[in-house]
């Protein structure tokens, strides 16, 4: 009975650790985890802190998961991000998975997410209006790749990027729709900014569960996640 009970406690402890998504997570690897359930606090091990700016704010109504989604605003100004610190360091081909849900917004200008807060080149921006651009190389170009996506106004739409050091691919959904060779950037820690370009052109609309993975998660066409990501 006392080893019954040591395996059950070993069990309970395993799936403790396993989300009911399916995804297991490595803790050392989840790099940003924001479920902007009343904040916008990295739940990553880390615990990075947030900056955010302008029209955007925690919204009740209607989240993906949990109790909050992060909403941009549209009226009266459109202007709203959130940023990290330098958290990551995209170099040398390194394998990674961007994870996020969005819904709502008019599908024009402004990006998901992107590297840079400036017009400069740099390792990639995921732009709303069907482009993801990844910079070459050595930084002095842009590689534009379409995207056709079709963001629903009711619904969440699931999107991934993921760099496996040879390609870099867009998943929408869980389907395969982009893929672009993975440059060889040079070693630099980066931010990653929700909402805001580089070029200072705004989203609008609702994102939730975004996560940057330090491994690969999704090779090949999946179910997108049913629940928040855990580990």
Not at 171 to 189: K, R
Request: proline fraction near 6%; include cysteine; charge should be negative.
């Amino acid at each position: 009975m006392e080893n019954c009970g040591v395996i059950m406690g070993w069990l309970l402890g395993v799936l403790k650790k396993r989300p009911i998504n399916g995804y297991v997570l490595d803790p050392a690897k989840v790099k940003l985890l924001l479920h902007f359930d009343g904040n916008y606090n990295d739940s990553s091990q880390n615990n990075h802190t947030m900056m955010s700016g302008g029209n955007v704010s925690i919204s009740t109504s209607e989240p993906k998961f949990g109790s909050g989604k992060l909403q941009f605003g549209d009226t009266p100004t459109r202007d709203g991000f959130v940023k990290s610190p330098n958290i990551f360091d995209f170099g040398n081909k390194r394998p990674f998975t961007i994870s996020f849900f969005y819904r709502g917004g008019d599908g024009g200008d402004g990006c998901f997410f992107t590297t840079r807060d400036s017009p400069t080149y740099t390792p990639m921006e995921f732009t709303r209006g069907g482009n993801l651009r990844v910079g070459n190389a050595t930084l002095s170009g842009w590689t534009f790749v379409p995207v056709i996506m079709g963001f629903s106004s009711i619904a969440y739409n699931h999107c991934a990027v993921v760099g496996d050091g040879t390609n870099i691919k867009v998943y929408w959904d869980g389907s395969l729709i982009a893929t672009t060779p993975h440059p060889n950037w040079a070693s630099a820690s980066r931010f990653i900014q929700l909402g805001k370009d580089g070029d200072s052109s705004y989203s609008n609309g609702g994102m939730d569960e975004f996560l940057l993975y330090d491994d690969v998660i999704w090779t090949t066409n999946f179910t997108p996640p049913d629940a928040p990501f855990s580990y």
